[in-house]
Protein backbone atom coordinates (compact mmCIF):
# COMPACT_ATOMS: atom_id res chain seq x y z
CA UNK A 1 0.00 0.00 0.00
CA UNK A 2 1.05 3.17 -0.85
CA UNK A 3 0.78 4.99 2.60
CA UNK A 4 1.91 8.55 0.98
CA UNK A 5 -1.26 8.67 -1.36
CA UNK A 6 -3.80 8.31 1.61
CA UNK A 7 -5.47 10.25 3.35
CA UNK A 8 -3.91 10.65 6.73
CA UNK A 9 -7.35 11.33 8.85
CA UNK A 10 -8.73 7.57 7.32
CA UNK A 11 -4.81 5.70 7.77
CA UNK A 12 -5.02 7.05 11.88
CA UNK A 13 -8.14 5.01 12.19
CA UNK A 14 -6.87 1.83 10.67
CA UNK A 15 -3.39 2.35 12.08
CA UNK A 16 -5.82 2.75 15.63
CA UNK A 17 -7.48 -0.81 14.75
CA UNK A 18 -4.86 -2.84 14.01
CA UNK A 19 -2.92 -1.75 17.28
CA UNK A 20 -6.60 -2.38 19.13
CA UNK A 21 -7.22 -5.70 17.65
CA UNK A 22 -3.65 -6.42 17.11
CA UNK A 23 -3.96 -6.81 13.18
CA UNK A 24 -1.98 -7.38 10.48
CA UNK A 25 -1.56 -6.41 6.44
CA UNK A 26 -0.36 -7.83 3.58
CA UNK A 27 -0.21 -7.04 0.06
CA UNK A 28 -2.79 -10.08 -1.38
CA UNK A 29 -4.79 -12.34 0.08
CA UNK A 30 -3.72 -15.88 -1.74
CA UNK A 31 -0.75 -16.00 0.77
CA UNK A 32 -2.96 -15.15 3.54
CA UNK A 33 -5.06 -17.82 2.82
CA UNK A 34 -2.44 -20.41 2.05
CA UNK A 35 -1.48 -19.72 5.47
CA UNK A 36 -4.81 -19.43 7.30
CA UNK A 37 -6.72 -22.56 5.49
CA UNK A 38 -5.41 -25.79 7.58
CA UNK A 39 -7.62 -28.21 5.72
CA UNK A 40 -6.55 -30.38 2.07
CA UNK A 41 -9.79 -30.36 1.37
CA UNK A 42 -11.77 -27.24 2.69
CA UNK A 43 -15.12 -26.47 2.22
CA UNK A 44 -15.80 -23.14 0.98
CA UNK A 45 -18.87 -20.86 0.92
CA UNK A 46 -18.60 -17.90 -1.98
CA UNK A 47 -21.23 -15.33 -1.24
CA UNK A 48 -21.13 -12.62 -4.22
CA UNK A 49 -20.10 -15.49 -7.03
CA UNK A 50 -19.74 -12.38 -9.79
CA UNK A 51 -18.62 -14.00 -12.85
CA UNK A 52 -16.46 -17.08 -11.06
CA UNK A 53 -13.16 -15.46 -10.72
CA UNK A 54 -13.33 -16.24 -6.89
CA UNK A 55 -13.83 -20.28 -7.42
CA UNK A 56 -11.02 -20.40 -10.52
CA UNK A 57 -8.64 -18.53 -7.59
CA UNK A 58 -10.06 -21.13 -4.82
CA UNK A 59 -9.76 -24.25 -7.22
CA UNK A 60 -6.33 -23.01 -8.25
CA UNK A 61 -5.69 -22.49 -4.34
CA UNK A 62 -7.36 -25.57 -3.12
CA UNK A 63 -7.50 -28.01 -6.14
CA UNK A 64 -9.72 -30.56 -3.39
CA UNK A 65 -12.13 -27.82 -2.21
CA UNK A 66 -15.58 -27.97 -2.45
CA UNK A 67 -17.43 -24.92 -3.17
CA UNK A 68 -20.88 -23.60 -2.67
CA UNK A 69 -21.25 -20.57 -5.03
CA UNK A 70 -24.05 -18.24 -4.56
CA UNK A 71 -24.92 -14.77 -7.39
CA UNK A 72 -28.02 -13.40 -7.58
CA UNK A 73 -27.74 -11.50 -10.70
CA UNK A 74 -28.59 -13.88 -13.72
CA UNK A 75 -25.90 -12.02 -16.27
CA UNK A 76 -23.37 -12.87 -13.84
CA UNK A 77 -24.90 -15.92 -13.24
CA UNK A 78 -24.60 -17.31 -16.46
CA UNK A 79 -21.01 -17.09 -16.46
CA UNK A 80 -20.44 -18.60 -12.84
CA UNK A 81 -22.67 -22.11 -13.57
CA UNK A 82 -19.92 -22.94 -16.91
CA UNK A 83 -17.93 -23.68 -13.62
CA UNK A 84 -19.99 -25.84 -11.84
CA UNK A 85 -18.84 -29.51 -11.27
CA UNK A 86 -18.43 -32.45 -9.10
CA UNK A 87 -16.55 -29.89 -6.43
CA UNK A 88 -18.36 -26.99 -7.46
CA UNK A 89 -21.54 -26.33 -6.83
CA UNK A 90 -23.95 -22.88 -8.06
CA UNK A 91 -26.75 -21.23 -7.15
CA UNK A 92 -28.42 -18.34 -8.75
CA UNK A 93 -29.79 -16.43 -5.62
CA UNK A 94 -27.98 -14.28 -2.75
CA UNK A 95 -27.94 -14.21 0.69
CA UNK A 96 -29.20 -11.33 3.37
CA UNK A 97 -31.24 -10.89 6.52
CA UNK A 98 -34.03 -12.81 5.74
CA UNK A 99 -36.25 -15.03 3.20
CA UNK A 100 -37.36 -13.74 -0.16
CA UNK A 101 -37.38 -11.15 -2.87
CA UNK A 102 -35.00 -8.49 -2.45
CA UNK A 103 -34.72 -5.11 -4.82
CA UNK A 104 -31.65 -5.63 -6.28
CA UNK A 105 -29.65 -2.65 -7.70
CA UNK A 106 -28.06 -3.27 -11.53
CA UNK A 107 -25.36 -0.66 -12.18
CA UNK A 108 -23.33 -0.33 -15.64
CA UNK A 109 -20.24 -1.97 -13.59
CA UNK A 110 -21.22 -5.43 -13.12
CA UNK A 111 -19.29 -5.88 -10.26
CA UNK A 112 -20.84 -3.02 -8.21
CA UNK A 113 -24.26 -4.65 -8.06
CA UNK A 114 -25.69 -4.20 -4.66
CA UNK A 115 -28.90 -4.52 -2.48
CA UNK A 116 -27.72 -0.81 -1.43
CA UNK A 117 -28.34 2.18 -3.90
CA UNK A 118 -24.87 4.18 -4.75
CA UNK A 119 -24.26 7.27 -2.13
CA UNK A 120 -24.39 10.60 -4.12
CA UNK A 121 -20.93 11.34 -4.57
CA UNK A 122 -19.53 7.94 -5.53
CA UNK A 123 -17.75 8.77 -8.58
CA UNK A 124 -15.93 11.01 -7.28
CA UNK A 125 -15.33 9.62 -4.24
CA UNK A 126 -13.57 6.58 -6.75
CA UNK A 127 -11.30 9.31 -8.18
CA UNK A 128 -14.14 9.59 -11.61
CA UNK A 129 -14.38 6.06 -11.73
CA UNK A 130 -16.93 4.92 -15.06
CA UNK A 131 -19.91 2.06 -14.42
CA UNK A 132 -20.60 3.86 -11.03
CA UNK A 133 -24.36 4.32 -12.45
CA UNK A 134 -27.34 2.47 -11.74
CA UNK A 135 -29.49 1.30 -14.63
CA UNK A 136 -31.73 -0.66 -13.65
CA UNK A 137 -33.83 -2.41 -10.43
CA UNK A 138 -34.46 -6.03 -10.50
CA UNK A 139 -35.97 -8.94 -8.09
CA UNK A 140 -33.93 -11.15 -7.22
CA UNK A 141 -34.15 -14.25 -4.49
CA UNK A 142 -32.54 -14.25 -1.66
CA UNK A 143 -31.91 -16.66 1.93
CA UNK A 144 -30.09 -16.66 4.87
CA UNK A 145 -26.84 -18.39 5.27
CA UNK A 146 -28.51 -20.08 8.34
CA UNK A 147 -30.88 -21.49 6.25
CA UNK A 148 -28.46 -22.35 2.79
CA UNK A 149 -25.85 -24.48 5.31
CA UNK A 150 -29.22 -26.18 6.85
CA UNK A 151 -30.70 -27.05 3.60
CA UNK A 152 -27.56 -28.27 2.24
CA UNK A 153 -26.75 -30.33 5.65
CA UNK A 154 -23.48 -28.38 6.13
CA UNK A 155 -22.36 -28.83 9.08
CA UNK A 156 -18.79 -26.60 8.75
CA UNK A 157 -16.89 -23.98 6.85
CA UNK A 158 -13.88 -23.68 6.89
CA UNK A 159 -14.37 -20.75 4.89
CA UNK A 160 -16.65 -17.79 4.16
CA UNK A 161 -16.19 -15.69 1.62
CA UNK A 162 -18.44 -11.95 1.63
CA UNK A 163 -18.18 -9.95 -1.17
CA UNK A 164 -21.29 -8.25 -1.87
CA UNK A 165 -20.72 -4.44 -2.17
CA UNK A 166 -21.78 -3.10 1.36
CA UNK A 167 -24.38 -5.55 2.40
CA UNK A 168 -22.28 -7.92 4.15
CA UNK A 169 -23.98 -6.86 7.30
CA UNK A 170 -26.80 -8.32 5.82
CA UNK A 171 -25.51 -11.60 5.28
CA UNK A 172 -24.09 -11.72 8.44
CA UNK A 173 -27.87 -11.20 9.81
CA UNK A 174 -28.77 -13.66 8.33
CA UNK A 175 -25.89 -15.85 9.90
CA UNK A 176 -26.11 -15.41 13.81
CA UNK A 177 -27.19 -19.40 14.09
CA UNK A 178 -23.72 -20.71 12.37
CA UNK A 179 -21.67 -17.44 13.88
CA UNK A 180 -22.61 -18.34 17.42
CA UNK A 181 -22.09 -22.17 16.88
CA UNK A 182 -18.76 -21.34 15.59
CA UNK A 183 -19.63 -23.38 12.29
CA UNK A 184 -17.71 -21.05 10.56
CA UNK A 185 -13.72 -21.17 10.60
CA UNK A 186 -12.43 -18.28 8.43
CA UNK A 187 -14.37 -15.38 7.24
CA UNK A 188 -12.84 -13.12 4.33
CA UNK A 189 -14.59 -10.13 3.82
CA UNK A 190 -14.57 -7.24 1.52
CA UNK A 191 -14.86 -3.84 3.56
CA UNK A 192 -15.97 -0.66 1.93
CA UNK A 193 -14.07 2.01 3.87
CA UNK A 194 -15.50 5.28 1.68
CA UNK A 195 -18.62 6.29 1.27
CA UNK A 196 -19.84 4.21 -1.48
CA UNK A 197 -23.28 2.35 -0.47
CA UNK A 198 -26.31 4.25 1.39
CA UNK A 199 -26.64 2.02 4.22
CA UNK A 200 -23.25 0.70 4.41
CA UNK A 201 -21.63 -0.32 7.92
CA UNK A 202 -18.10 0.97 9.14
CA UNK A 203 -14.95 -1.17 10.30
CA UNK A 204 -15.99 -0.50 13.55
CA UNK A 205 -19.53 -1.63 12.96
CA UNK A 206 -17.79 -5.20 11.76
CA UNK A 207 -15.03 -5.12 14.54
CA UNK A 208 -17.47 -5.32 17.12
CA UNK A 209 -20.02 -7.77 15.54
CA UNK A 210 -17.65 -10.23 15.22
CA UNK A 211 -16.07 -9.29 18.57
CA UNK A 212 -19.63 -10.67 19.72
CA UNK A 213 -19.70 -14.10 18.32
CA UNK A 214 -16.23 -14.43 19.79
CA UNK A 215 -14.24 -14.08 16.05
CA UNK A 216 -10.84 -12.03 16.12
CA UNK A 217 -9.57 -10.33 13.19
CA UNK A 218 -6.43 -11.71 11.57
CA UNK A 219 -5.31 -9.85 8.08
CA UNK A 220 -5.96 -6.48 6.36
CA UNK A 221 -5.35 -7.41 2.61
CA UNK A 222 -5.69 -5.81 -1.09
CA UNK A 223 -5.89 -2.65 -0.46
CA UNK A 224 -7.92 -0.18 -2.93
CA UNK A 225 -6.88 3.58 -2.83
CA UNK A 226 -7.28 6.72 -4.84
CA UNK A 227 -4.81 9.42 -4.80
CA UNK A 228 -6.46 10.81 -1.73
CA UNK A 229 -8.11 8.26 -0.11
CA UNK A 230 -8.10 4.43 0.99
CA UNK A 231 -11.17 3.31 -0.42
CA UNK A 232 -11.65 -0.77 0.69
CA UNK A 233 -9.52 -4.00 1.70
CA UNK A 234 -10.67 -7.83 2.79
CA UNK A 235 -9.95 -8.23 6.37
CA UNK A 236 -10.15 -11.77 7.39
CA UNK A 237 -11.79 -12.79 10.92
CA UNK A 238 -10.73 -16.20 12.57
CA UNK A 239 -12.89 -18.20 15.10
CA UNK A 240 -11.63 -17.59 18.50
CA UNK A 241 -12.64 -21.37 19.77
Known amino acids: ?40 EP ?27 LEPFPRSYSQLCKLESNRVKTFNLGLSSHKGKETFYVNKLDGTNSLLSFSKDVKETWGGLEGLITEAKIECKFVTLDEFISTHEIKHVDLLKLDVQGAEFK ?71
Do not use: H
Open 1 to 40: MNTESVSEKLLDKVRELCREFSLGTDINNESVLQKIISSD
Open 43 to 69: LIVDVGGYNGSSVRKYTELFPKSIIYS
Open 171 to 241: VLEGSKKALSEKRICVIQMELILADTYIGQQSMRYYFDLFKKFGYQPYMMTDFATTKKELLQCDIFFVSGK
